[in-house]
Nanobody
Framework: QVQVAESGGGSVQAGGSLTLSCIGSVLPSELRFDDYPMGWFRQAPGKEREGVSCISSSSMLTYYSDSVKGRFTISRDNAKNILYLQMNSLKPDDTAMYYC?????????????????WGQGTQVTVSS
């Protein structure tokens, strides 16, 4: 299980940028952060949690939802146990609470169904 803590959210105007960070700690300690594919999810008020982007354990595979493709970049630093989400050209529709989690990741996407541990999230608010 990967315990996570997200940070980096904030309030920006449309067209602005933010970089989210997620630091992970692995339980039990025999496993490592780079054993797990990781992903970012978001949930806007009144909407279901949706998968935004994910990255394989080795960073060889990345996936982006259509709504963020070309604007967001996911990356990870396995030496520091940190997952990043660089968000550019932000839109008001990107306003949501953003969560990271260990999750399955494929070319088809990611799913919240298999996530066993969630952090508290970090709020992103984009004004027009």
């Amino acid at each position: 299980q990967v315990q996570v803590a997200e940070s980096g959210g904030g309030s920006v105007q449309a067209g602005g940028s933010l970089t989210l960070s997620c630091i992970g700690s692995v339980l039990p300690s025999e496993l490592r952060f780079d054993d797990y594919p990781m992903g970012w999810f978001r949930q806007a008020p009144g909407k279901e949690r949706e998968g935004v982007s994910c990255i394989s354990s080795s960073s060889m595979l990345t996936y982006y939802s259509d709504s963020v493709k070309g604007r967001f970049t996911i990356s990870r630093d396995n030496a520091k146990n940190i997952l990043y989400l660089q968000m550019n050209s932000l839109k008001p529709d990107d306003t949501a609470m953003y969560y990271c989690a260990a999750t399955s990741c494929s070319l088809s996407g990611l799913s919240a169904a298999g996530v066993s541990a969630w952090g508290q999230g970090t709020q992103v608010t984009v004004s027009s």
